[in-house]
Structures are given as structure tokens and as C-alpha cells.
């Protein structure tokens, strides 16, 4: 049985740079506003997000304040799970279950889920993170300036419905009416914000409380 008392629902502000984006990344979502991030954390179940192909750098025109929203859920008592959205720059929802060391992507335009092992060296664990919500909502902290870049490869066929329980609770309930599949990692890079993408859109794009991590599924176009 799900404990909802466990968890915190909200969104706070990350302050970004130009620098982070380049011409390549492609959107897909209607950019936040500062009355939009004001909503209700009850108010968070459903998706804002819609096809939308521009850069990044035309939308960032439309923000007032430089600051992208990130919407999340987070158990902070038995520290087992985390999701994250942010509307305004990638069209996935990531969901980070520290107990089955799984990584779920979300895919809300196409109705898929991609499931990858946890890396538990970019991804904050529960507490960690609300720490960090709480810092930077109290503006004592410094984004870190780099990357994480990942190159990964759908396994096909699709994962059986039947097998899905063995994913855990969380994912089996996000994916029960989507088509899922697993990744794997193809490439992994650490690099600078400035530094080129060689042609390369990212699919996905999470923040995970050290870095900025972007997904290239390299046979997207498979399915």
C-alpha cells in the first residue's frame, strides 16, 4: 500500500545559463511562466506537455526571470523513490527508484517507457535532493556547470506486461499502460556545458541534483 504521508510533491526554480544549450537541443513543451510554477503541488498529476520543435535558445527569450521549473515527487522517509519533470525543456517524466536500482524515462508524447540500472553517481538520492531543494530555495547554491551525456540503444522485442513486476511497485504502476522497453548504455561522457554536441539532439533531458543529464536513444526512430 502506498504511504502518500512519506512523500513531498512541488516544484522549485533552477536558475540556467545560455551556455548550457546549444542550436542542436530540440524541445519538445510549452515553456514555464512564473504563474504556471505557482500551481498547487496537488495540481501536478497531469502532463503540460505538447510537440513543440524550436531550440532552446528561442525559448528561453519567452522566460522572464532565467529560471527553468522542476516539478517533483520525493520519499523522504524510507528514501526509495523520486520523480522529476520539467515541461519547460524535455518531454519525459524520470522516475528514480533507489530500492529496484532503476532509472524509468518516461516518454509522455509517445506513451513509452525506457528503463536503464540507476547510476547512483549522478543521481541524488532522496534526501540528498530535498536538501538541495531546500538550499537553493534559500538561494545558497551553485549549479554545477557540466554535463552528463548518455548514448543509449533500445533492446527489442517490448517487455512483457507479465515481467513488469519485477521492475518494483513505482515503474510497474507508471508503465501499465505504456509500451516498455529496456536501454542500454551505447556511450557515457562527463563534458563542459560549452562544449559541442557534433550534430546531436538529445531525446531527454533531467537534472539530477549534481548535473544536467541528457539521453540520445540512438535507434529512437525503431519504434
Known amino acids: 500500500m502506498l504511504h502518500v504521508a512519506h512523500y513531498r510533491r512541488g516544484i522549485c526554480r ?9 542550436d542542436t537541443t530540440l524541445i519538445s513543451g510549452s515553456f514555464s511562466n512564473t504563474d504556471s510554477l505557482e500551481r498547487n503541488p496537488k495540481e501536478l498529476g497531469g502532463s503540460l506537455i505538447t510537440e513543440v ?33 520539467m515541461p519547460s525543456l524535455s518531454r519525459g517524466k524520470y522516475l528514480h527508484d533507489f530500492k529496484m536500482n532503476k532509472t524509468l524515462i518516461i516518454d509522455t ?4 517507457c525506457f528503463i536503464m540500472p540507476l547510476d547512483r553517481k549522478e543521481i541524488e538520492p532522496p534526501r540528498d535532493f530535498m ?49 516498455s522497453y529496456l536501454l542500454e548504455e551505447v556511450e557515457k561522457v562527463l563534458v563542459k556545458r560549452s562544449a559541442p554536441t557534433e550534430g546531436k539532439s538529445f531525446n531527454f533531458i533531467e537534472f539530477g541534483g549534481k548535473h544536467f543529464i541528457k539521453y540520445n536513444i540512438v535507434n529512437f526512430s525503431d519504434l
Open 131 to 179: 536538501q538541495f531543494i531546500n538550499r537553493l530555495n534559500n538561494g545558497i547554491y551553485q549549479l554545477d556547470l557540466d554535463e552528463v551525456r548518455h548514448d543509449t540503444r533500445v533492446i527489442l522485442p517490448p517487455i512483457a506486461k507479465v515481467d513488469m513486476r519485477e521492475y518494483g511497485f513505482h515503474i510497474a504502476t507508471q508503465c501499465r499502460r505504456r509500451t
Open 53 to 85: 520543435k524550436e531550440t532552446i535558445n528561442e525559448k528561453i527569450k519567452e522566460e522572464a526571470d532565467g529560471k527553468i521549473g522542476l516539478e517533483y515527487e520525493i520519499d523522504v522517509e524510507t528514501e526509495t523513490f523520486e520523480m522529476f519533470q
Open 14 to 22: 533552477l536558475p540556467f545559463d545560455l551556455r548550457f544549450f546549444d
Open 109 to 112: 508524447d509517445n506513451n513509452h
